[in-house]
Nanobody, 127 residues
Framework: QLQLVESGGGLVQPGGSLRLSCVASGSTFDSYAIGWFRQAPGKEREGLLCITNTEGRTYYTDSVKGRFTISRDNARATVYLQMNGLKPEDTAVYYC????????????????????WGQGTQVTVSS
């Protein structure tokens, strides 16, 4: 059973940067695609990006293109989400999850295509 733990969230001013980490344990990590999601208060959880085991990348929302990037370090069993140019509307709890498709990222980033959700890490963008 794969377990994922997110970290790196916090309070940041608009325009600032954060790097979130998603650390895996308990199962084979490097053969799975991993996705990042977020959920703002009162809103549905939305897919942001996904990275395959061979580092192919899929963006699920245009609002983070050019600002957020995803990467992975299989030796450390970690997937990163680098967030630059943060805006107040990026405030949310951020989650990582494993793709049901194993090697591949789903085309639309539906939460139903992922499992092994972490507990989330809070990101607050405010002056």
């Amino acid at each position: 059973q794969l377990q994922l733990v997110e970290s790196g969230g916090g309070l940041v001013q608009p325009g600032g940067s954060l790097r979130l980490s998603c650390v895996a344990s308990g199962s084979t990590f490097d053969s799975y695609a991993i996705g990042w999601f977020r959920q703002a208060p009162g809103k549905e959880r939305e897919g942001l990006l996904c990275i395959t085991n061979t580092e192919g990348r899929t963006y699920y929302t245009d609002s983070v293109k050019g600002r957020f990037t995803i990467s992975r370090d299989n030796a450390r069993a970690t997937v990163y989400l680098q967030m630059n140019g943060l805006k107040p509307e990026d405030t949310a709890v951020y989650y990582c999850a494993r793709s049901f498709l194993r090697y591949y990222c789903s085309g639309y980033g539906s939460i139903n295509d992922f499992d092994s959700w972490g507990q989330g890490t809070q990101v607050t963008v405010s002056s």
